[in-house]
């Protein structure tokens, strides 16, 4: 009797262990972005490419939609014919990226969008629909400002961690009450480190998805600046 408590009370640590060990383990799948999970999608959507006479397995966007968010992955159309099921960190699957899709036209390559910027996107501008005006502070182009966090409640300003570098990026308001990510401490980086040339007016948001699993998510169009060549926002 007493050995039959004793298996019975392993048994049941065993399967407490089990239950606790597996959310921290599928949550670790949703957070972390992996090389092999966006090779494993670009295969399919190949596929699907090719098995439909050029076609793209996307959700359907606006024409206005911003570059980076135009071209979802639409995960019903490749599963499970041509992958078994979407990556764990996948939005469709409780992830915290976005499968998406960019350079269509030539080479459709899958990249990943980070949602996180998306939260807290949406909280910034339910704080100034809850203030009733644009909490605008410095000017740093035409059309775009930096914000006053304080106006609309924050003690703190809030920020991003960039996907490219890992370094804290800032968000910033248009005037048409958008709010975008500034990534030109990013470019910056990036361009430093890049043997390619610009032309003034030339969009080089590129430079930051080339060689990254990243697009650079939620940003307004970047150009260089024709005497310091640094990252400028492009003007509309």
């Not at 399919?44 to 968010?69: C, M, R, S």
């Not at 304080?150 to 958008?178: A, C, R, W």
């Amino acid at each position: 009797m007493n050995k039959v408590r004793f298996y019975l009370s392993v048994i049941l640590v065993l399967v407490t262990l089990t239950g606790c060990m597996y959310p921290e383990e599928k949550l670790v799948q949703n957070q972390v972005p992996y090389k092999d999970q966006l090779d494993s999608v670009q295969s399919a959507v190949n596929q699907y490419k090719e098995a439909n006479g050029g076609l793209l397995p996307i959700k359907t966007k606006d024409a206005e939609t911003p570059i980076y968010q135009k071209y979802p992955i639409d995960f019903k159309k490749i599963v499970p014919r041509y992958l078994s099921e979407a990556p764990g960190n996948a939005y469709e699957n409780g992830g915290l990226f976005q499968y998406v899709l960019v350079d269509v036209e030539t080479n459709p390559t899958v990249k990943l969008l980070d949602l996180r910027m998306a939260e807290t996107i949406r909280e910034i501008k339910m704080r100034i629909n809850a203030t009733g005006y644009p909490p605008y502070k410095e000017k740093i182009a035409d059309h775009v400002y930096t914000i006053d966090f304080k106006k609309i409640g924050y003690k703190e300003e809030p920020v991003v961690t960039s996907p490219f570098t890992n370094q804290n990026l800032h968000f910033i308001l248009s005037t048409d009450g958008e709010i975008y990510v500034d990534y030109r401490s990013d470019l910056y980086r990036a361009l430093q480190n890049s043997d390619r040339e610009f032309k003034e007016g030339e969009d080089i948001r590129g430079l930051l998805v080339d060689g990254s699993m990243f697009v650079p998510a939620y940003s307004l169009p970047y150009t260089i600046d024709k005497s310091t060549k640094e990252p400028v926002f492009l003007a509309k």
